[in-house]
């Protein structure tokens, strides 16, 4: 089980973020180093990379808000 | 100064801000979706561009050791270009309930919608409108978003000073894809930024790009977001005021210079 996690350092502790989209479904397979979901802060987008291959279980829902390094996902 | 020699400044105004922000650069009259999917291109190409087995560039300044300053022209890649009259939004926004039918609407209303990589909300492109896609990449941890935008306002700020038009980093309430790092000129926002962050294993590439008003109705484009925006269900509340094209700033400034 690998958890796919928010990066830290890119954006400051206070500024806004959300998952704005995930681009694959809760149960689909994904291969290590595909582009999973975006994050958006500070009209930023964030591409957030599967660290491992497996079936994505998806732990927060589109268009909620995240925190850095919180875990949004794991990969089994 | 006269209208007539006002209207002589301004013509070749956005070629004048090209060669402010890179002398000697083109600018790309793009078409549509392609001409926007071309910056990610590029990221793509430059994050590459280390994994080849001949590179010999060095200095992306993604390695302990490179010296920024000695690095700064080759981890980036600066490009200038302009787009036919377009909104362009976010990717995520084609995965809302109501985007086909609004972005149906606003074709039909003359603006086609097309998707972009980075983040914020819908904005507007046209030919007026010139395109400041800057790209670089950095070792994971040794820049952030925030510098991004800098590296990027930074640029334009000083091609700007360079018109004679004082501009800086800053948010405008009521304006469009409203944000902390648009250019700002005279308290109306003259350019929007957005970015986008691609990790790349112990690198990072990042392109941010800005839409600056040159000339043209910028009342219109306020308008056609809005417009589109309102079809998706969203609640714009814009003020057209809050916007303003370089060519009535330099306008201003050569009226008000010293000896008219």
């Given at each position: 089980m690998t958890e796919v996690t928010v990066p830290t350092e890119?954006?400051?502790?206070?500024d806004e973020a959300a998952?704005?989209?995930?681009?694959?479904?809760?149960g689909d397979a994904v291969a290590a180093g595909a582009v999973i979901a975006e994050i958006m802060v500070e009209k930023s987008s964030f591409e957030l990379v599967a660290p491992a291959s497996g079936t994505l279980n998806i732990l927060v829902a589109a268009e909620s808000p995240v925190v850095q390094g919180q875990t949004v996902a794991r990969i089994a | 100064m006269t209208a007539a020699k006002a209207a002589d400044v301004v013509p070749d105004l956005l070629t004048r801000l090209a060669a402010a922000l890179a002398p000697g650069a083109t600018v790309e009259a793009g078409a549509g979706q392609t001409a926007v999917d071309a910056d990610a291109l590029t990221l793509a190409a430059l994050l590459a561009r280390r994994d080849t087995?001949?590179?010999?560039?060095?200095?992306?300044?993604?390695?302990?050791?490179?010296?920024p300053e000695k690095c700064a022209g080759a981890a980036a890649t600066l490009r200038l270009w302009t787009n036919r009259r377009c909104l362009v939004v976010p990717?995520?926004?084609?995965?809302?309930?109501r985007f086909a039918a609004a972005a149906a609407a606003s074709e039909a209303a003359g603006w086609p919608v097309f998707l972009r990589p980075s983040g914020g909300s819908a904005v507007v492109h046209r030919p007026g409108i010139l395109n400041i896609s800057l790209v670089t990449v950095r070792?994971?941890?040794?820049?952030d978003i925030a510098e991004a935008y800098r590296m990027l306002g930074a640029r334009i700020v000083a091609a700007l000073g360079a018109l004679g038009v004082p501009a800086a980093l800053g948010a405008v309430p009521g304006?469009?894809?409203?944000?902390?790092f648009n250019i700002v000129a005279g308290g109306r926002k003259l350019a929007g930024t957005a970015c986008l962050l691609r990790p790349a294993g112990a690198r990072i590439g990042m392109l941010a790009h800005a839409m600056l008003a040159?000339?043209?109705?910028v009342a219109a484009d306020v308008v056609a977001v809005a417009r589109f925006e309102a079809e998706m269900g969203l609640a714009p509340a814009y003020d057209a005021c809050a916007h303003v094209a370089l060519a009535e700033l330099v306008e201003s400034c050569v009226i008000a210079g010293p000896g008219d």
């Open positions: 890119l954006w400051d502790m206070g998952i704005s989209a995930w681009l694959y479904a809760h | 087995a001949d590179w010999t560039g060095g200095g992306l300044c993604d390695r302990p050791g490179d010296d990717r995520s926004f084609a995965q809302r309930e070792r994971a941890g040794t820049i304006s469009y894809c409203d944000g902390r040159v000339t043209g109705d």
